[in-house]
């Protein structure tokens, strides 16, 4: 085939914070990457869609080449939060894409095919957010992740959120203040309650994130409120990956920048069942989308 003509296979990590792209080969070797903002296409739509797109166009330009031109060849694979959503789901189903074939998943399905290889197994992520998965077959079971208003315990947002609330029970006089509140407060140069509410009562979850580190830092401190917080944490993400193990029937895989910081205080009985995730969320949508077409011959 000549090279020109050769599909071009993009898989696609869409999150709440971020939205990467990766350029593969057929033989699933990575050839470039670019990453834009947010794609959660059940609370951005449109805007999740432009991201998409410009984080394709920087990859493809990485290697001299632009959609307009190369339409025809290209496969893109994506793996989407918010899709869950019917609506979401529907609306992107409609979408005017500038692609030669374009197919979606769930970001948490794309995880588990890229961490697996395709196989049955699970994963915990915790990352801004946080959730437990397990693939059996082609049936995905999702336990948490639902999202930081409800849910999320564990992640990066919900450790900086409860650290925050905690800080404000402190500066109201209800709990003793410590030694990692009181660093928090000169961390993010607040002087009262209200200058916390100010800043964080509109916040995205990442902004919420970006603590989740001072509160790791502080339980390995063993302060006295940082502690609890990250300990209510991990149980939860234990349960939660022990719930998708016994679905899946296979191998753990952790994901996510908050689990090496956690790690430590999750359940130790989960140790024998982790293994590495084979490849990233990226090569899983183009795992899902190349399934999809075998199973109609293409």
């Known amino acids: 085939m000549n090279t020109s003509e050769a599909p ?7 999150g709440g914070t971020k939205c990467r792209a990766v350029v593969f080969d057929r033989e699933y070797n990575q050839l470039s990457t670019a990453v834009a903002g947010p794609a959660n ?9 432009d991201e998409m797109l410009a984080a394709v166009r920087e990859a493809l ?4 080449l632009e959609i307009e031109s190369e339409q025809h060849r290209l496969f893109v694979g994506a793996g989407l939060a918010g899709v869950n959503v019917p609506s979401a789901a529907r ?7 500038p692609f030669a074939r374009f197919d979606f998943t769930s970001d948490i399905h794309a995880a588990l095919l890229g961490a697996h290889n395709g196989n049955d197994g699970a994963v915990l992520i915790a990352g801004t957010g946080s959730c437990a998965a397990g693939l059996k077959g082609n049936a995905v079971k999702q336990f948490g992740g639902h999202g930081f208003a409800l849910g999320d315990k564990g992640s990066g947002a ?8 905690k800080t404000l029970e402190s500066l109201d006089g209800v709990i003793l203040a410590s030694d990692f509140t009181r660093d928090l407060q000169q961390h993010l140069s607040i002087r009262s ?13 990442s902004a919420f994130a970006e603590l989740a580190p001072l509160v790791i ?20 993400l234990s349960n939660i990956a022990s719930r998708a193990l016994i679905y899946s029937g296979n191998k753990l895989a952790l994901v996510g920048g908050v689990i090496e910081g956690i790690l430590p205080w999750l359940d130790e009985n989960l140790n024998p069942s982790t293994a590495s995730a084979h490849h990233g969320p990226e090569h899983g949508a183009v795992i ?9 011959g293409q």
């Open 288 to 296: 899902y989308q190349r399934t999809k077409l075998q199973a109609k």
């Open 8 to 14: 071009i296979f993009i898989g696609i990590d869409g």
């Open 158 to 165: 919900w450790l900086g959120k409860t650290a925050l609330a």
């Open 91 to 97: 609306a992107l189903q409609q979408w005017q894409h």
């Open 61 to 64: 330009h990485r290697l001299n």
């Open 193 to 205: 309650a209200n200058d916390i509410v100010d800043v964080y009562n509109q916040a995205p979850p």
């Open 217 to 236: 830092a502080a339980a390995r401190d063993r302060d006295p409120i940082a502690l609890p917080i990250v300990v209510e944490g991990a149980v939860y």
């Open 41 to 49: 296409v059940a609370k951005y739509g449109k805007l999740a869609y």
